[in-house]
């Protein structure tokens, strides 16, 4: 099940999908990563399509990703005595912690932790952003606004509050039972919302341990503030540009998703762009040409993956979602302007092993017609550098482990196959040349690079490339050619 692109594709499953034959037809359409979103749905619904989904993968016999999405701390508004309030620009709006019942005057806000970091003239918003709200005085259980954007407010809306930092983890204890369910699922990646601060991520990495990796959905501004601490400490990045469109003024979301991608990328960890990319194909059997420009904008930036979400979870035309999304990125690879692109905006390699090697492999790929780059990996690693790079070959990532398979199925490029550990450079190199022919990538004569670690079997050791010809070998390890450099 070769990919005819480089840039990867995230679906969440929800009542639309989560049947057995949907969550096939989306693979076949062309979605590596499933998300499962745990602010919906049970455990049980949830262990179901964890299951269909293992099955379609040894049915299709290619690594497939499943995301774990944590729902993260909600900050709501308490109820109203009529069910709604129309609220008018100007007046004054009490927010308080009295459970009564809610009026045009006041409403309970049950999170003290807003009263004791609220300062006078921070911003309240509710509703995502449809009322904005003005603290002029408060008090350790209160906070008297001003309406700044009127509207009508209703039982249970959630509340953002952008100017400020709030001491709370964001880890509820939802969450937490939630995250200990997913583990024991197996999931590949764990998304935390509500990122704040680079001791969130701490706080998750302990609660997760080394074997899964860890991803921050960035939809605060505290947590752009933090950003290089916060790369640095997770596997990848979300840019969920919902909240950060409500935490911040809309017109620097685009900004901020460019930043976002250059220093992830810079550090080689993958990066989703997520959010409304195909909102109206939840109604819609086509896409906007907006919607379409949005794909592929964030394809010519150079994203590891994008995401539907409501398109393919709850959308009428779920499998038509993923189906568009895949042929506006193979369009948008196709262009030639997208590998000038993608090329200029190459980081500077850092000085170890693993960066001189990559960087090499990726200027050599742009020189000799490769028919691929094969790179072994034990962690992922040296697959997540080598994707850095953008080579203009296709790049297979090769490892002995179902896990690491699986989460490089995020990963930009990387075309994941499972294989037994190698024990010599011979072995290594006859391996990669089964693999580079059966896998659909090189014919006889064609060239191959591959990188590896030596000794093998460690982890983060990239010390290693070669140039290999392609040849049939009919069992003899010896009638492969290297290239001399």
């Known amino acids: 099940m070769r990919r005819r692109r480089d840039a990867k594709i995230v679906a969440t499953l929800g009542p639309a999908s989560n049947s057995k034959e949907v969550i096939g037809k989306l693979f076949d359409a062309g979605i590596d990563v499933f998300r499962l979103n745990f602010s919906h749905g049970t455990h049980d619904d949830h262990a179901v399509v964890h299951q269909f989904i293992r099955d379609i993968e040894k049915e299709r016999g290619r690594p497939i990703g499943i995301l774990a999405d944590l729902q993260g701390p909600k900050l709501r508004v308490g109820k109203f005595a009529n069910g709604e309030e129309d609220l008018v620009v100007g007046q004054s709006f009490r927010l308080d912690m009295d459970n009564e019942p809610g009026t045009a005057e006041r409403v309970q806000l049950p999170h003290p932790e807003i009263f004791a970091a609220v300062e006078d003239g921070a911003k309240l918003l509710v509703n995502d952003g449809k009322i904005r709200l003005r603290v002029v005085s408060h008090g350790d259980d209160f906070a008297i606004t ?48 509500f990122v ?233 190199v006859s391996n990669a040349i089964n693999i580079t022919m059966q896998e659909g990538f090189g014919e006889l004569g064609m060239i191959i690079a591959i990188t590896a670690g030596m000794p093998f079997g460690r982890t983060g050791t990239t010390n290693m490339l070669r140039l290999t010809r392609l040849k049939d070998l009919n069992g003899n390890a010896n009638t492969h050619d290297d290239i001399p450099l």
């Open 196 to 428: 704040q601060r680079p001791e969130d991520m701490v706080e998750l990495r302990e609660l997760v341990g080394p074997d899964t990796a860890i991803m921050a959905k960035m939809e605060k501004p505290s947590a752009i503030n933090h950003l290089s601490d916060i790369i640095t400490l997770s596997d990848g990045i979300m840019v969920a540009r919902g909240d950060l469109g409500v935490e911040m003024p809309q017109e620097k979301v685009p900004v901020v998703q460019k930043k976002l991608l250059r220093r992830a990328r810079a550090a080689g960890k993958p990066v989703i762009v997520a959010t409304q990319m195909l909102e109206s194909m939840i109604h819609s059997p086509v896409p906007t040409r907006a919607e379409s420009s949005d794909v592929a904008t964030a394809a010519y930036d150079g994203a590891d993956a994008v995401m539907l979400s409501a398109e393919t979870a709850a959308g009428e035309f779920p499998v038509e979602a993923a189906t568009a999304m895949d042929r506006i990125l193979i369009e948008v690879e196709r262009d030639p302007y997208y590998r000038q692109v993608i090329t200029a905006a190459s980081p500077t390699p850092g000085d170890t092993a693993a960066d001189a090697i990559t960087s090499s492999l990726s200027h050599i790929a742009g020189v000799l017609p490769l028919a691929a780059v094969f790179t072994y990996t034990e962690s992922g690693f040296s697959a997540f550098r080598a994707a850095r790079e953008r080579p203009e070959a296709p790049l297979i990532g090769c490892t002995p482990h179902r896990r690491t398979a699986r989460r490089l199925a995020l990963v930009w490029g990387v075309h994941a196959v499972l294989s037994d550990e190698m024990s010599n450079v011979d072995e290594m």
């Open 146 to 193: 001003t309406v700044e954007v009127a509207g009508t407010i209703s039982n249970n809306k959630g509340v953002n509050v952008p100017d400020l930092y709030l001491p709370i983890s964001p880890l509820t204890e939802k969450d937490r039972i939630d995250l200990d369910y997913a583990l024991g699922l197996g999931v590949d990646w764990v998304a935390m919302s």
